[in-house]
Nanobody, 124 residues
């Protein structure tokens, strides 16, 4: 069973930057970041396609967040977050699919494996 492990969360001030990482223990294909704020449903943040590396972002993070895969085996996922806002406060989850796709998928049902999450807290 492939496992995902997130790291890089923390407490920052509005306007600061953070970089989240997610390491997969085995082969995965499409990957994405989701987040869940207290009392709210899990929401899509960003995704990257296995084939072609196309990306997709939630409107709320476009221009501020960048998703990328960091190694030749594409087993490490990153999320560079700049100009953080208080509303970015949430638990951030890494997700991975076991089948390849040529588009960056946004539907939570497309992902088979989830990490435990890492907390990001942004103070105003």
């Amino acid at each position: 069973q492939v496992q995902l492990s997130e790291s890089g969360g923390g407490s920052v001030k509005a306007g600061d930057s953070l970089r989240l990482s997610c390491a997969a223990s085995g082969s995965v294909y499409n990957m994405a970041w989701y987040r869940q704020a207290a009392g709210l449903e899990r929401e899509f943040v960003a995704a990257i396609a296995w084939l072609g590396g196309g990306t997709n972002y939630a409107d709320s993070v476009k221009g501020r967040f960048t998703i990328s895969r960091e190694d030749a085996k594409k087993s490490t996922l990153s999320l560079e977050m700049k100009n953080l806002k208080r509303e970015d406060t949430a638990i951030y989850y890494c997700a991975a699919g076991l089948g390849p796709a040529s588009v960056a998928l946004t539907n939570v049902g497309e992902y088979d494996i989830w990490g435990q999450g890492t907390q990001v807290t942004v103070a105003s």
